[in-house]
Structures are given as structure tokens and as C-alpha cells.
């Protein structure tokens, strides 16, 4: 068998869009071809356990806050987006598992895991993009933060034989106008679970959903406890799903009645099925949100703005419903009312019409 060496900057999981990616494509290739893979975790993560034999950990790196301000000293040249998972003594380490192991393919996935692909030029590697670091960097920081970031994004997408896959053509776009580079698409491997999950009702909460852990997704939700909850019937019931709450923002949820903290659940689709809406209030970040089409699949509407629906094609409208301002997510959340036969419409209508164009299919063509 064929043998492609992975490198990714967290633990493949199902607690996080990103990981939860990550840990279809091991599977699904993993298949086909024998897979080591290089990951790096927090203390809090959980261990990934491969899937079958044919994938085996050849490296778990723990990083800290320590170890990433290391990692960024080491290539300060670079804007820090793409080194802090950066180790010199790793890079050598993976540099002799190539060596001994004579690769087909290297999978760098995700931003943070390309640097390393600078030490294997004549190696075939694809790039995964789960979203274009520029327009993440554009949106909370000045210009000579961009320059810096376009700088090592170009330099970072344009290594010697590398094909870049991204979730949406937006990112083909922009990825083709600021780098002269052609990505390829590649879709997301939306959860057979939120597939299967059937509304059977439409009860009376409404959901957040996400790793708590992550900025985008705390402050958006922050945010909607100080500007968006005040002008709201105190009768409204919301259940928020996810793990890696902090222990200050569980407390102080804890104080509202109608905020129920449900925390991660392995299957958390029919509850998400059976709320009224999925509520994202994004302000910052890029690429396809995970969580918003998995809603979709669900069939559940989803109440928030332009970053929310962020590369998502408009033939699924019906289920975005869009808030630009406080006012527009209080008048959402009071007036919203699908009835469950149009839920399960749009619901069969995404799960239809979502079309499929994976990684996978393009790595199985060049391989076997």
C-alpha cells in the first residue's frame, strides 16, 4: 500500500469543526493507504485513537502557551499565523520519517502545519485551507499586520509541487486573486448524524453551538448575552452545546434561568433538529462554518450574519436567516416560525442538493 504522511495541527476529534474534518479524511483514507501522522494536542485534549491499523502516530507534540511563543521566535520572519506550531527539532525529526519512509504524499492540513512543507520540496503535498488566513487577519488587524500576512500566506501556498484545497469558491477566489494560485474544492464531510436526525417536532428553544474554547466563538456569544438578550422575553429558552467552556463563563451563565449549559454531546443533532433556531453570532474569522451546515442538514434555520454564512451558496437561503445588528437578532428570534413540514423540506432539499467534492477522491485518483 501506498503511504502518505499527515500533519495537523490539533487532535483529530469530533469536538471542533476543524478536527472533526480532519478525522473524516483519516478515515476514509485510511481505506486505501497506510497513513502516519504528526498531530499536536493541549493538555486538555483528548489522545486521537486511530481508526484501524493502517494509521499510526509517529509524533504527538504537546504545545502550551510556552511552547508556541517558542515556536514563533524560531521563524520571526513569518507572521505567527503560520509558525506556532513551528519546532525545529520536530521538523528534523519528521525530516527522517520522510527520509526512511519514502512518502507518496504529504497532507499539510490547515495553515499552521504548511511551514513544514517547505523542508520537502520534491515531495507532492496538498494544502489544506480551511479558511484564507488574510481575510481572518483583515478583519481585526491593521494593514501592516495584512502586509505581513499575505506576505507569508503567498509564500506559505506557493511551495514547489503542491496542489491547495479550501472548503468554498470564495476561497478559490480569493486565494486566486491575491496569490495567482488555483485551489481546488473540497467539501465538507458533514456528519452522517446530523443527516440522520429527523425534526419529529419544533420545541420552544433556541441552540448555540461550537468549541467554547475559541474566541470567535465566546465572544459572538458574549456579545449576544449583553446586546441581544436584554431585549428578549425572559420566557425564551436557550441550550448551548459544545465543550471547553471557561469555568468564569459557565458561572456566570449559570445565573440566567432560561440558559441551559448542556456541554459537549456526542450526538447533539436532534436536539438541534427540534430548536426553533440555531443562533451564530460571528464577528470574526473565515471560511465555511461547519456548525451552520450541519444545521442545514438538520434542518434547522440559522439565525446570523455575513461571517456565519460565509461561503455557503445562496441556494440554501430559506435557512439563513440574517442579523446584521442587535436589533435584527432580537426581531429574528421573535418572529421566526417554520413549520415542520417546511423543516423537513429544506432539510431533504440540502441534504440533496449538497454537493460532495472531496480531498479524498482527488488523493485515490494520483495514487492508486
Known sequence: MKKILLITPFAPSDEA?????????????????????????????????????????????????????????????????????????????????????????????NAQSYIYGRYFPNIHKILIAHDVILQRVSRKHGWFQRLICKSSEKRM????????????????QLIALNYGIQARLTSVNIDILSINACPNKIDDYFVFFGQWKRKDNYYGLLWFL?????????????????????????????????????????????????AKALISPLFSGAGVKVKVLEAFACGTPVIGGEVAFEGIPLIYSKLMVFADSKEDYANAIKTINYSLSVRRELKSFFVENYVSHQVVDYIKERLL
Open 17 to 109: 469543526a476543524a478536527e472533526k474534518v480532519t478525522k473524516r479524511n483519516i478515515e476514509l483514507l485510511s481505506e486505501f493507504f497506510l497513513i502516519d501522522i504528526v498531530y499536536f494536542k493541549y493538555v486538555y485534549n483528548s489522545r486521537y485513537n486511530p481508526p484501524n491499523s493502517n494509521v499510526k502516530i509517529i509524533e504527538e507534540v504537546s504545545i502550551s502557551l510556552f511552547s508556541k511563543i517558542l515556536s514563533i521566535l524560531q521563524y520571526p520572519i513569518v507572521s505567527p499565523y503560520f509558525t506556532v506550531r513551528f519546532n525545529i527539532k520536530l521538523a528534523r525529526s519528521i525530516k527522517s520519517h520522510v527520509d526512511k519512509n519514502l512518502y507518496d504524499l504529504i497532507i499539510l492540513d
Open 157 to 172: 501556498m506557493t511551495q514547489p509541487n503542491s496542489t491547495v484545497f479550501t472548503f468554498s469558491d470564495k476561497d478559490i
Open 226 to 274: 449583553r446586546e441581544v438578550y436584554p431585549r428578549l422575553n425572559k420566557n425564551i429558552r436557550f441550550k448551548i452545546i459544545g465543550g471547553g467552556m471557561r469555568s468564569k463563563h459557565r458561572e456566570m451563565l449559570s445565573c440566567y434561568d432560561n440558559i441551559e449549559i448542556l456541554g459537549f454531546i456526542e450526538n447533539p443533532y436532534q436536539i438541534i433538529s427540534e
